[in-house]
């Protein structure tokens, strides 16, 4: 009986031929390489052309990876403990060049031989005078047997690995080993016709020559097909995903708007723009429909989400229903809670605020009026996903910056429904997201984005200085102050050295206060208990101080719309989408404000395009398309926590054409044959079907 694609790919990778147990385990821990599969799809991130060998005489710096032949001799070890390194001499008749090993040299001393012939692999680079080449392959030249591949793979290790002596080419080997056990059971999962359209080669021939390509063209066909298959596969199962919730989970239905009416000509004290009604409209719209709406609401700091937030909360209270919002942070928690309960009392609904700090006294009158549906609104953290919390007739469910909770504690709070109808779900972040990246991640939501800052915001000025510039800075400082004004100095975070991260921020503080005497200063940091934080932060709200040195703890916080200038130090060493975000802590007021991004003269080509970008634009999804070009999706996306992606192969900043062919392509198909029972679409339906989740429960969860 032939054994199915499936059992064979999710076979133990220790069964491999070439794995032994603690090859198995070493794979397990530092590549996270488990199954047949995950080494399959473990691709390599660049290929080195081996088709010919080099004269030594002939190499140079600018040379990549090369090959190269000649006679072993001068065989030593040199240096003790850190420093210890193993070296040798290859010569051929053009000239020499020295090999040097710092790691896995007791794996290696014993293959070498002097007066040996031996073909070495490696980069060729210049030290000194002469050249080397830092851990080479090297294989003795009688048993050197020529690839039948010009361009062999290079996949990534880690240094544990190459102590140990497994390096890239023994990955090779045992992929080598994988595509000749799985043979011809690595059927093909698309449709004839969807092959045909895009002239793509077979499944099979796509894996071995993305491993092992016997030509760049057909590295490049193995490329496009196996990078289509990725996101052709994340779309279907994104767009049947909001196809089955759309068809089969039930929301309640608020058709009435009394409440909504009465805000808006009695209570809300400014005009909405021209987005956040547009916004509103697609919101009510779900609620009418009697289906369960999942939407992410896109907008910039300070673009009037939490409003939008309320409007909502009042067509589910006006329908006999109660919603919450869950923020990732007990200061984000408070800020919402602090700017709602104005709105509510003036309309006379009960709000209250849960988070880990909450009494138990509060706590228990709070548990206590949810259930019996006296309490209307409730806003905080995770405290809101304990099992204790229950609600009397929870109908929706605001989560803000969702990436920041695990699936399983979005799935706690989805699930505390009393009614039959699942809560309407409305998912809000102020980090734009790129197109591209929303239909990956997001792909399952219906989107609507606030792309305008409410009348009378200014754009906030921002500039690039230099260290020369600092008294200057300093002066405009001391102006904004007289003025009336506050302001917020920020220091960077760099994770690998908490003590000297300390030291900086403490430096920074006091020779601001050497350069501000008469000012009273707040200081803010990582270090400091939540209740010392809180009064800093409170003083500086209160205006009693006017500088706050801070950490990025001030990053998502207090908002206070007197503060107009934010002066970021050492501004090369932040990300772009957290300078935008820190930027956004200024310009919630009617004045002028500015962001001044100082830094040395020193800066990568990198830090210099994220500066630029900063002073030329405040539009959050221009500056969030630059940072996935310039860092990729990892840390844009949350992904590790929303469960949704793993992207092996594409990059979303490059490859957005794939991306939306892919998506049509998957649109098209749904949309005649959503359950896959014609026989052409019989491959889609197997394959799903064997790459189902464990968890059938977190997938309706969004």
Not at 179 to 192: H, M, R, S, Y
Not at 282 to 288: G, L, N, P, S, T
Not at 618 to 633: A, C, H, T, V, Y
Request: hydrophobic share 40%.
């Amino acid at each position: 009986m032939q054994t199915s694609t499936k059992h064979i790919l999710d076979t133990p990778i220790q069964f491999l031929k070439g794995v032994a147990t603690s090859r198995a385990s070493i794979l397990n821990t530092d590549l996270q390489i488990f199954t047949f599969k995950d080494l399959l799809t473990h691709f390599p991130f660049r290929h080195e052309d081996r088709s010919k060998f080099y004269p030594i005489g002939q190499l140079t710096e600018d040379f990549p990876a090369v090959y190269i032949r000649g006679t072993l001799s001068n065989v030593q070890l040199q240096g003790e403990g850190s420093k210890k390194r193993l070296t040798a001499i290859l010569q051929d008749a053009t000239g020499m060049v020295e090999l040097v090993w710092f790691q896995g040299i007791k794996w290696i001393q014993p293959k070498m031989a002097t007066g040996r012939e031996y073909v070495v692999f490696g980069k060729p680079n210049m030290f000194g005078r002469k050249f080397n080449i830092s851990h080479p392959e090297i294989d003795l030249a009688e048993s050197y047997k020529p690839t039948e591949y010009a361009l062999h793979p290079v996949y990534n290790i880690s240094q544990k690995m190459r102590n140990v002596g497994f390096d890239s080419k023994q990955i090779a080997g045992l992929v080598k080993n994988l595509l000749e056990t799985i043979g011809d059971q690595l059927i093909e999962n698309l449709p004839e016709e969807l092959v045909r359209k895009y002239n793509f080669i077979s499944r099979k021939e796509a894996f071995h020559n993305f491993h092992f390509p016997r030509s760049l063209d057909l590295l490049k066909k193995a490329t496009a097909r196996l990078k289509f298959e990725e996101l052709f596969f994340i779309q279907l199962k994104l767009l049947r995903k909001k196809q089955t919730q759309k068809a089969n989970f039930s929301g309640q239905i608020f058709q009435k708007a009394d409440l909504l009416t009465t805000f808006y000509k009695e209570h809300l004290p400014f005009d909405l723009t021209n987005a956040q009604k547009r916004v509103v409209k697609e919101i009510y719209h779900d609620f009418r429909t009697g289906r369960q709406m999942n939407r992410l609401l896109q907008g910039d700091v300070g673009s009037g989400k939490t409003i939008v937030a309320f409007i909502c909360m009042l067509l589910a209270i006006d329908n006999g229903a109660q919603a919450c919002l869950m923020a990732p942070t007990e200061i984000l928690a408070d800020q919402h809670f602090n700017g709602l309960q104005v709105y509510a009392k003036s309309l006379g609904i009960t709000i209250a605020k849960l988070t880990g700090s909450s009494k138990t006294s509060e706590r228990r009158t709070i548990h206590e009026y949810l259930k019996s549906g006296e309490l209307k609104i409730l806003v905080g953290t995770h405290a809101l996903i304990e099992d204790v919390v229950q609600f009397e007739n929870l109908g929706l469910c605001i989560i803000d910056e969702q990436h920041r909770f695990g699936v399983a504690q979005r799935a706690k709070l989805w699930q505390k429904r009393s009614k039959s109808e699942y809560p309407h779900v409305l998912v809000m972040t102020a980090t734009p997201i790129p197109r591209t990246l929303a239909m990956t991640l997001y792909g399952d939501l219906d989107v609507s984005v606030i792309d305008e800052l409410p009348a009378g915001r200014k754009p906030i000025q921002t500039s690039h200085r230099y260290e020369t510039s600092r008294l200057a800075v300093f002066g405009f400082l001391k102006k904004q102050i007289e003025e009336g004004r506050q302001v917020y100095i920020v220091y960077p975070l760099i994770e690998e050295s908490e003590t000297l991260d300390y030291k900086n921020l403490m430096d920074g503080y006091e020779s601001v206060c050497r350069a501000f005497p008469d000012v009273p200063v707040s200081i803010v940091h990582g270090k400091m208990k939540a209740a010392e934080k809180d009064y800093e932060m409170q003083r500086f709200v209160r205006a009693e101080t006017k500088i706050m040195v801070a950490t990025t703890v001030i990053e998502v916080g207090v908002n206070v719309p007197n503060a107009s200038v934010m002066l970021i130090e050492n501004a090369e060493k932040f990300g772009l989408s957290q300078l935008h975000q820190l930027r956004g802590r200024v310009g919630r007021g009617a004045d002028q404000s500015y962001c001044i991004l100082m830094s040395g003269y020193k800066i990568s080509a990198e830090g210099r395009i994220r500066l630029n970008t900063m002073v030329e634009t405040n539009n959050g999804f221009d500056i969030s398309e630059m940072d996935l070009k310039l860092r990729g999706p990892g840390d844009l996306s949350g992904t590790q926590q929303s469960g949704v992606v793993d992207l092996k192969l594409t990059d979303l900043a490059k490859d957005q054409r794939i991306l939306q062919e892919a998506r049509q392509t998957a649109q098209e198909i749904l949309q005649t044959d959503p359950t896959f029972s014609k026989p052409e679409n019989l491959p889609l339906k197997q394959y799903l079907e064997q790459n189902a989740p464990k968890n059938q429960e977190w997938e309706k969860i969004s």
